[in-house]
């Protein structure tokens, strides 16, 4: 699925533009990685010094390395802080499906900017890397990221009792999904309303 890519690819929407996280964006990292509410529902406890943000660039770089993900930074056009990411992650190749993650700083919530990603990525996933799959795996009291899967058209398929441990704690998560199929009807849904 993931090739190997000699230039990192970049999307382009109306307001931002998703591109490759380096190490000089680790203090853009840090600075919303540390806020207990954006990192509450990530797995992870929160970031308190520039090494946990460049282990998270490294972790970027090294799922797409393995050809087993890609993060893209989410910057607004214009600007080129990173103000979240949003990427694929646990690709499978052979049964053409991944798992897709996001966070956001929370200066920028209720604004459509984790949506407007959000659509970016699946669309690059779906056309680009030619998947049939999309998942994501959502706790149960993260209600805004459930809503801003909803709207992209995931599928609430059922609740993974004690899941994942993290932070000292088991997780239940729900498992949401998209297809190609279900992805395409959705997108000639809002070429026609327009």
Known sequence: MIKDVETFPVLETNRLVLREVKKGDANSILKYMSDIEVIKYYGLEPFKTINDALSEISWYQSILNNKTGIRWGITLKGEDEVIGSCGFLNMIPQHYRTGIGYELSKSYWGKGIASEALEAVLTYGFEHLKLQRIEALIEPLNISSQKL??????????????????????????????????????????????
């Open 149 to 194: 899967a909803e709207k992209q058209g995931f599928i609430k398929e059922g609740l993974l009792r004690n899941y994942e441990f993290t932070c000292g704690k088991f997780d239940d998560l729900y498992m949401y999904s998209l297809l190609k199929q279900d992805f395409d009807i959705l997108q000639k849904d809002k070429l026609s309303i327009k």
